[in-house]
């Protein structure tokens, strides 16, 4: 098997939700050993499922984004088979301990002592009440790269503030700029951007201190608000605000530099169609791919200025090809004719998509909690040291063999008695 | 003065528009060396987007291209023309990193991809960024950000259930795309230092987004496992709430309540008492149809009498996660991002003082180089290519002449 290029750096995972596990996802995925360290005493929310036993009321109204067991079933190990968490946590450890006793504690020590890398995204009194904030773990040892995540960082006034994505992307200005034209704001459903800007930027974050400690032998703390790693992503509306003392207003789907640019409705349910024009030799051939209707020759047009001008106009022409249209056949036609056109993809599309499996977006996984299916892959390809879902999902405290024998040399006794003193498991206890 | 932790590390960077620049953006604000190659003339197209001082477009003056080519250097070499194609491959030995983001099919006309530049260092980390990617059926189709959410992300999960789905703010699929091939062109680099090889790296903005963990993922696997496709939900829930974006004195706030935040939400408000109304006191009795409108209409009434940023701090006093929905202006005031300097004043030539984002996350051990200011076009054609190439002042006049540079 080739070596991936992060092969040999072992990470201790302490991330819950979203977040942080993508960005140890993307660390696992080409090549560190990422190891999470989860406790059977405690459930963290929303990370592996809603609750650790959902009640039956949770399952009959909830989409799969809460409760997408497998057939919709919980089974005896919900843990195990949710899909907010099984798809992120291939290629990783879990291992099992009590954070809140000396030995637990004493366990991490020597884990960390093994450790390239801790990473945690928890609110910022977590780990320094559990004993593991960066002083005490440099102690441990002294090159370790130990990288924080909350909302808003290790600093200022909303440092200790509560805040899910969907909280800290309103206060950043991501919610107020997106929503339908013509709703107000309390229209705006929740999406959870952020967790995905950050996974990227701390892994990165990651990547630069490796890179770094290799150069100088030197670890070091990185304060990761991820407010702040958000931020850029909107700089062109920061930018308007200073030079011109405005907000860009809200347009639904439209685009303020081009038209057409909307979501249009095709046969069937929930069919819909994007197009979006960026230039006059854009708009022509859309024109040619449509036929050269008579409407769509007409002057007013032919330019971007007067595009802009009469989008409602526009846009009714456009809907009303697209409602006699296949999503999909309008889609290559459009594409076929150079105009940037897309299908709003449901999760069946994806699954059926040539150009994604072509590429070999799916891979196909045996988890032994859930059975055969398949999953999204890698996040980019690398042409000599390509990564792949070597392992399925970890399921909790699979790997404690490994940990505490392997790694920390631990005697079948003391496995023996950690495992009746509820640090080693696979089932929750008491939650 | 501060190094930063790639400071041994040189990319030349042959990015335009959002996705290739936020990269390289990255790489240098932590001490990357980038030498940006821009076309003679016209330079990166971003500098004919705006924003705009006063609506009036000006290559030198547009917001976008500021924001993303900090820390850079600007030479402007011609690619198009045979000397041009070759100060590239002249260069290819220098770096450590090449970066672009052209339609797949462009480089290899110019006599530039990846299989050509391999021989000129075996180390080479080429990230190539595009819509769909080096290979497959849809290499070649044309996108924008919108198109990217469509195919690729969770738009048929964002907006509304009876209305058409929803993009986010504009240019977000690009910016993660850009945020993303950051980690794989580092990932890249660590493999050229630790194993010795160079390669080709394919980040496809559609693999990006399918592969997104804001819902995307979740909803690709629930469907494996259900045999059911997601759906777009109502923007408040039933049994969790309030949640979603609520009216206030001035604006609004967004609020989650799990019902383990219950109380300390009536604490907030001020209303301990309905901890014990037996309308409230329990998450099922809350669900009721009945009951659910009677405490909304308290809630919101409490919202009314409350400004936005004093509801947030109300609320965040008990632990309440409620934040203010701020429109962007609102934002370079806000105080905790004044508390952190997360914004810094830079000045232009051209483009005169404007606030600027500082790096994304704080190292304390190797820093982030000090923001410098987007480059003018071309500012730094004779240095670079002196430095590197050694050619004189003379040869470079020539090159000038000739259209080259």
């Known amino acids: ?431 | 003065m501060a190094a930063g932790p790639l400071a041994d590390v040189t990319v030349l960077d042959l990015t335009h528009y959002i996705a290739g620049p936020y990269c390289t953006k990255l790489l240098a604000l932590y001490g990357a060396e980038v030498i940006k190659i821009e076309r003679p003339g016209r330079g990166d197209p971003a500098r004919h987007l705006g924003p705009f001082p006063g609506g009036v477009p000006h290559p030198e003056k547009s917001g976008l291209f500021l924001h993303l080519n900090t820390n850079k250097q600007s030479v402007t070499v011609n690619l198009k023309h045979p000397r041009g194609q070759e100060l590239i491959r002249a260069l290819v030995p220098h770096v450590d990193v090449v970066v672009e983001n052209f339609s797949p099919r462009v480089l290899p006309s110019l006599g530039l991809s990846y299989p050509e530049l391999e021989p000129l260092n075996p180390r080479l980390v080429m990230t190539s960024i595009s819509n769909f990617g080096q290979s497959g059926p849809y290499r070649d189709w044309k996108a924008q950000d919108i198109v990217i959410y469509a195919m690729g992300g969770a738009m048929n999960l964002t907006g509304l259930p009876e209305r058409e789905p929803l993009r986010l703010a504009l240019n977000l699929m690009a910016y993660q795309g850009g945020n993303v091939a950051a980690a794989a062109t580092m990932t890249g680099v660590l493999g050229a230092r630790r194993l010795g090889v160079g390669q080709h790296i394919d980040v496809a903005l559609m693999e990006v987004h399918a592969g997104s963990i804001d819902r995307r993922t979740t909803a690709l696997l629930g469907y494996q496992y259900t045999g059911e496709p997601g759906y777009r939900e109502e923007p408040t829930g039933i049994g969790i709430y309030p949640s979603g974006v609520y009216p206030c004195k001035d604006g609004y706030v967004q609020v989650l309540v799990f019902p383990q935040a219950w109380e300390r939400l009536l604490a907030a408000m001020e209303m301990p008492e309905l901890a014990s109304d037996p309308r409230f006191a329990d998450p099922l009795a809350r669900m009721q149809p009945e009951n659910r409108p009677a405490f909304l209409a308290l809630f919101l009434d409490w919202l009314r009498r409350h400004t936005r940023y004093e509801a947030m701090y109300k609320a965040q006093a008990q632990g309440v996660p409620m934040t203010a929905v701020n429109p962007p202006s609102a934002v370079l005031e806000d105080p905790h991002f004044q508390a952190r300097g997360t914004f810094v004043r830079l000045a232009h030539p051209a483009a005169g003082t404007l606030p600027y984002l500082r790096e994304p996350f704080r190292m304390t051990a190797s820093p982030a180089v000090p923001l410098q200011r987007a480059p003018l076009l071309g500012e730094h054609t004779e240095a670079v290519l002196q430095r590197y190439l050694g050619l004189s002042a003379k040869e470079v006049a020539q090159l000038r002449r000739e259209g080259v540079v």
């Open chain 1, 1 to 431: 098997m080739t070596t991936l290029p992060l092969s040999g750096i072992r990470v201790l995972d302490f991330t819950v939700v979203w977040a942080g596990p993508y960005a140890t996802m993307m660390l696992a995925d080409f090549g560190a050993e990422v190891i999470r360290v989860e406790s059977l005493q405690h459930f963290p929310s929303t990370t592996r499922g809603l609750m650790p036993r959902p009640p039956a009321a949770l399952l009959a109204s909830a989409t799969h984004l809460l409760a997408g067991y497998p057939n919709w079933e919980p089974g005896a190990r919900p843990w195990d088979r949710h899909p907010m968490f099984n798809c992120h946590a291939r290629n990783k450890l879990s291992m099992t301990v009590d954070l809140t006793r000396p030995e637990g504690k004493e366990i991490v020590r020597r884990l960390v002592q093994c450790s390239d890398v801790l990473i945690e995204n928890n609110a910022v009194d977590v780990m320094p009440k559990l004993g593991l904030d960066y002083e005490t773990v440099r102690r441990w040892k002294e090159d370790i790269i130990y990288v924080s995540m909350p909302g808003f960082g290790h600093s200022g006034p909303y440092r200790t503030f509560q805040g899910y994505g969907s909280n800290v992307e309103a206060l950043c200005g991501f919610t107020a700029v997106r929503g339908y034209a013509d709703l107000d704001l309390t229209s705006t459903t929740a999406v959870y951007y952020m967790d995905a800007a950050s996974g990227a930027g701390a892994a990165f974050a990651v990547l630069c201190a490796l890179h770094y400690r290799q150069r100088t032998g030197q670890g070091q703390f990185i304060d990761f608000a991820q407010a702040e790693n958000m931020l850029p992503h909107l700089g062109e509306y920061f930018m308007e605000a200073a030079m011109n003392g405005r907000d860009l207003p809200r347009l639904g789907n439209r685009h303020p530099a081009m038209a057409p640019h909307n979501c249009y409705p095709c046969q069937g349910e929930d069919r819909w169609l994007v197009i979006a024009v960026a230039s006059d030799a854009e708009w022509q051939r859309l024109c040619q791919a449509l036929g050269s209707p008579p409407w769509a020759r007409q002057e007013k047009f032919a330019t971007l200025a007067g595009r802009l001008k009469h989008q409602d106009e526009l846009d009714q022409h456009l809907a009303a090809w697209t409602s006699t249209q296949e999503a999909r056949a309008a889609m290559a036609h459009l594409q076929a004719h150079g105009v940037a056109a897309g299908m709003v993809f449901r999760e069946p599309d994806a699954y059926a998509d040539p150009h994604l499996n072509a590429r070999g977006f799916f891979e196909t996984i045996t988890h032994r909690e859930c059975g055969t299916h398949r999953y999204p892959g890698m996040l980019w390809k690398m042409s000599k040291t390509p990564g792949h879902i070597r392992q399925p999902p970890c399921c909790l405290g699979e790997h404690n063999d490994y940990v505490y024998r392997e790694l920390l040399g631990m005697s079948d006794e003391e496995i023996a008695r950690l495992r009746r003193e509820g640090h080693i498991g696979d089932t929750y206890l008491g939650v």
